[in-house]
Every structure is written in C-alpha cells, then in structure tokens.
C-alpha cells in the first residue's frame, strides 16, 4: 500500500516559538522515522506529510494515498485531534485510528466520563468547572483532583492538583483557567494504584495486549503522574508489567478498560489509564485513542516491549486492523 505520515513534529514548533510544554503532546523526529522505516520494512510505500495545513496543501495538489497513518495531536482546540481524521474523511481517504467524533469526544475528559458512566462504567465523581462559581455544585467529599479538561503528557498535573479541602478548590480553578484557557475537571481523589491498559483492535476484535503499573520513584512528584514525571519518566517513573491472569486487580483494570474502548467507538490501538480508589477498586481515569508511540518512550509501545511483542508487530497489527475496517 501506499502509506502517507500526518503528525505534528514538535522541532518544527519548538522552531516557531512555542514552548516547551505547549508541544509536549506533539512527535519527535526519530518517532516518525520509526514509524517510517517499520512500514518500508512491511513492504509499504510511504510518503511523510506532516500537519494539518501541509495534509490539505497535499490533497488540493491531488496527492492520494491508500491508507494514511494519523498520529497529528492538532494545535488549536478541544477538536484537533479530530481534524486530519475529518479532512480524510471529507476525500474518502482511510486512516488509522479513531474518528472525528471519538477524537473530539475523548479530548474532552468531562464529556468522556459523562458518556461512560451512563454506560455503567466505574469511574470516580467528577465536575466540570467552566468558573470559580461552578465549585460551589461540587457535592462529593474531599480530597480533590483538578487538571485541565482538555490537555494530555501530564499538562497542568502537577502536585498542587491535589487538593485536601473543598475550602482550596475554588483558588485551585482560578488558577488553572487562564492558564490553559478551558474548563477545569474536578475529581475525587483516587490515593490508590495506577494502570496503563494498551489495546490493539476494533469493536469486537479490540484486546487488551497488556497493562503496566505506574510506580514513582522517590525522586519523583509524589502522588500524581504529573507532567515533570512524564517528560522525565526514565529517572522518575518505574513501568512495571503486571499480569491479569496473577492479579484480580489488574484483571478488573482490564475489563474495565476494553469496556470502555468498544462503548466509546474507539479504533486499531491505544491505551486507557486507570487508578483504584481508598477501597482498591480500578475507576477509569482517561482514554488515548491517539496514544505516543515513540518504540522505546511511549506507554503504547513499552507495554508492547516488556510482553515481548516488537515494535514491527505492534505497527503491522494497527496498519491491519484500519485496512480490516476499510
């Protein structure tokens, strides 16, 4: 097949003058000339894009492709993970991943949650925050977790998101809201472990291929997997395999998780983060229908490591399963 690249290169940014964490969420260069290199290795064409501007300079210069591999986070908005999957849907073109409507719901942790705890999903109480004021409709007891509703890599996580008393959280939001410039999501405070569930598949195909404990290490931020922890995940961060055949609580992550992925629409591969509550029990925390995957620093792909499955196999199972779709 001829495969095009859509991706946001964080260099390219970081060359514009945006910062550091503005294009944490966005590929490095060796990620795409992974990705790049794996598919010529499968026998594929392929022809690097870029962002969504150079996607549709490419498409009104009637360039095509059998099937694009999509991992654009997009720059502006609660819907920019959403917007190469409905430029290529506007052409008929094929793509790996989820589409516009996952995309755009997803980003939104608030509008996630909503969807899945109607579907009976176990996951903790929540409000969405779009002022100061709306703390005052908070009726769950504290601790508290706040972050942005719409960010990813940990960005405005850090340990001031927990929040001890109901007394904090008001000062909490103030400070979030013109940082990121959206509603604040406001969560009861799970103390408990954490889980990175990585699935590979669509609707009924959709598995889990393995789950990974997220253990901070002492020099780490404390309690939270925040956004220093991330960007600094090899000194800070211990990504431990667990099992679920061994674990009745990773097993219950597990379902937990696909339940969620097949509820939600998603597609081909990714990850959903869980973390248990006082009593242990897993709650979904937040899903990754567009999920890193860097072969040796994204979740995605150091599950696929430690299980023993090759970066080839994981990039050759999504191209599949989009073709499979298609």
Known sequence: MKIGLTYDLRSEYLEMGYSEEETAEFDRDDTIKAIESTLSDLGHETECIGHAKKLIAALAADSRWDLVFNI???????????????ILDVYGIPYTFSDP??????????????????AG??????LVAESTADVAAVSFAPPYFVKPVAEGTGKGVTPASIVPEISGLPKAVEELLPLYKQPVLVESFLPGREFTVGIIGTGKNAEPIGTIEVVLLDKAEQGVYSYVNKENCEELVEYRLVSAGEDAVVRAAEEIALDAWRILGCRDGGRIDLRCDAAGRPQFIEVNPLAGIHPEHSDLPIICTKKGIPYRSLIERIVRSASERT
Do not use: W, Y
């Open 101 to 118: 409507l996952v995309m755009s719901l997803t980003l939104h942790k608030g509008m996630t949650k909503r969807v899945l705890r109607d």
């Open 72 to 86: 654009a986070e997009g720059l502006h908005g609660i819907g920019r993970e959403a917007q190469i999957p409905a």
């Open 121 to 126: 999903v176990p996951t903790c109480d929540f």
